[in-house]
């Protein structure tokens, strides 16, 4: 027979520990604080990312050295963060200094390949049994370029993410992260498709499905209802005669003609046209 202990928790003493802890974190942070009087002036919220944003002011920080770093203050921390995961080999690593060193005495940036990115993809090659690699400059951009990859391939418009989770920066994925929703009345098979902020069209969001996160069963069920979804979707389009580039072609063609008129001036409108109908495909 087991007897189960439920703890009852203070709510008043969680506040006063809060706004005691809080205190100290803002007496021990007063250069942070003058950085922050100058930074919100020049930048949104003070930071280059939202994400590093925190009141009453966000720690900047100065330096670091393998597993720890030092804020504006002086203070000595132990780094749990990690550069968002992407620091694997700590700070300022002699290694990777030596050669970030090296290849800014030759130079940056050209615009143009050199033999360094052909090593990375080798290198990379080897190690991970993927014989092509293209970079980017952030994760935001590598997920777009597979969503983007990855529709034309399969020739569908719906795609899934975490619910809760940041899978980058743009339209698609900036859906249904978890802000603004209580977490414990989320039915795993209905998660809204919502956008996270302004600016991001629920048009956009009505084509991201959202998945709790470790529920298989939850993930094929969704997979499910978005493929009937999608084949639906498909099925009105053609309805509307409004599948592939064929009649896309066709009813460009028949506006510039309305438009332009005959001879030269149909000509001209032709060239200055945007190519949103791809004539060689109709």
């Known amino acids: 027979m087991s007897t189960e202990v ?3 928790i203070d709510s008043e003493r969680v506040r006063e520990l809060t706004a005691r802890e809080g205190d100290r974190l803002e007496a021990a942070t007063q250069e942070s604080k003058r950085m922050f009087e100058r930074a919100h002036k020049v930048m949104p919220l003070g930071v280059p990312s939202s994400y590093h944003a925190r009141e009453p002011w966000p720690i900047y920080l100065e330096r670091g050295q393998g597993a720890v770093v030092w804020d504006a ?3 000595q921390l132990w780094d749990f963060h990690n550069g968002f995961g992407s620091m694997v080999m700590g700070h300022a690593h002699p290694a990777v200094v030596e050669a970030i060193s090296e290849r800014a005495r030759l130079g940056t940036h050209f615009a143009a390949p050199t033999e360094d990115g052909i090593v990375v993809a080798e290198e990379l090659a080897r190690r991970f049994g993927l014989p092509k690699w293209r970079f980017t400059n952030s994760g935001s951009e590598a997920t777009m370029d597979a969503i ?3 529709r034309g391939l399969k020739g569908r418009d719906t795609i899934m993410k975490i619910f809760g989770s ?3 920066h743009h339209d698609g994925v900036m859906v249904s992260v978890g802000v ?3 977490w414990n009345q ?3 098979d209905e ?3 919502f956008p996270y902020g302004g600016g991001v069209p629920q048009a956009v969001a009505d084509l991201t499905a959202a998945v709790p996160f470790n529920d298989a069963d939850a993930l094929e069920r969704r997979l499910r209802r978005a493929r009937d979804h999608e084949a639906a979707r498909r099925r009105a389009h053609l309805r ?3 599948d592939g580039p064929r009649n896309r072609g066709r009813r460009r063609d028949r506006a510039l003609r309305r438009a332009a008129g005959h001879g030269h001036a149909r000509e001209d409108a032709w060239r200055r046209a945007p190519l949103w109908g791809d004539r060689r495909h109709g």
Request: glycine residues 16%; hydrophobic residues 25%.
């Open 6 to 8: 439920h703890a009852q």
């Open 186 to 188: 989320v039915d795993p």
């Open 73 to 75: 203050d002086g203070r």
């Open 148 to 150: 983007r990859i990855a």
């Open 166 to 168: 940041y899978h980058g």
């Open 191 to 193: 998660i809204p498709s």
């Open 240 to 242: 509307r005669g409004q």
């Open 180 to 182: 603004g929703i209580d």
